[in-house]
């Protein structure tokens, strides 16, 4: 028979089996979706007699030519923050009065835009000293929250079906900076003879030294901000493609090195369009949950995953269950927030702003939602 001391100390044992089984099975708590963001001056909601707390929303991401003293005083007085998109890489309305800046193809050509979207050189110096100068004008005229680089890679069209992928830039500058930086002599010739002869021999240097060059300019950005506006977050909006898609056209093209930058930005917004880019719906929570472990993210405070998702009907009208479905799927995996593409999509549509204010409340109120 049991000794009652025995007895006792069994029971001791399982109660605490008991507890530690508890304690060990209690769910992790929820991670903190920071962010709750739209994109696009929040003039339209505002004109439809919303406030953007009263949405939910806690964020504006502003392109930087719309920010001026009435949306910061607005903002301020709701308490959101804004976040200025900074066009870097648009070359549209620069190249045609500085044709120096324009980007040449591997035969020699100035490119065309594609679609709608007008590369430049990103070497060329007079581009870079003036989008320089841009930067600081922002960051001493409004005390933004953030800069968020868009149109950061070379000339190219990502957000298509079918992506338009130029060789670019084989001007006389980028070859010159290209041979100097990696010490390697290209021989003479025409421009084609040129590009050929890098393209055969030293394809791996060129693709690598063109990532460089996106990273420099992040860099330099940095560097400015912290000598401005120090504390001030820098984002950037990017291709959203994984290491495989268009063979490997995200870093071989467009020059976008997740490796590289990683360290440079405290968030990156992944522009999941997936109309535009014709995938279906739940490709976004696919590509988020991808891209979080392709960085590595984990449980620290940079860089963080803001995506940006498509609210704007193109090239179909995007219904409000499929918004919805993108909007959730932007905080898939460590994603900490999210915004859409565009505020004045959200404004028109009822059901669309339905969707912003039961998704935005629901993590508010820290209910499960996806």
Known sequence: M?????????????????????????????????????????????????TLPELGVNAVFVHSGSIDS???????????????????????NYVEEHPEAW????????????????????????????????????????????IWMDYVHWHAQFEEPEPILPETCFCDHCLTTFSEAEQIEVPGGSTTEKARWVFENRD?????????????????IRNI?????????LGLYHCPWNDEEFDGARRRILGLDYDLLRDVFDVFSPMVYHARMGRKPAWVEENIRWF???????????????PIVQAYNNPYTIPADEFETVLKGGLAEKSSGVMMFTTNAIAEDEGKTAVIKNVYHSILQQRKIF
């Open 70 to 92: 009435a949306l910061m005083e607005q903002a301020k007085k709701e308490g959101v923050k804004v976040y200025a998109e900074f066009a870097t890489l648009n070359g549209k």
């Open 225 to 233: 901000i912290n000598e401005e506006k120090p504390g001030t977050l």
């Open 292 to 306: 979080c472990n392709r960085l590595g993210i984990k449980n620290s405070a940079f860089p963080k995953v803001w």
């Open 204 to 220: 791996k240097e060129w693709r690598d030294w063109r990532c460089h060059v996106i990273y420099d300019w992040s860099v330099q």
């Open 2 to 50: 049991t000794s009652i001391p025995e007895s006792r100390s069994q029971n001791a044992i399982i109660i605490l089996l008991f507890v530690f089984s508890l304690l060990s099975c209690k769910p992790a708590p929820d991670r903190q979706i920071e962010t709750r963001g739209i994109y696009g001056h929040p003039k339209p909601l505002w004109n439809k007699g919303y």
């Open 103 to 146: 980007a040449i193809n591997e035969k020699g050509e100035r490119v065309e835009a594609a679609s709608w979207f007008m590369g430049v050189c990103p070497t060329e110096p007079g581009f870079r000293e003036y989008r320089f100068g841009q930067l600081r004008k922002l960051l001493r005229n409004y005390d933004i929250d953030g």
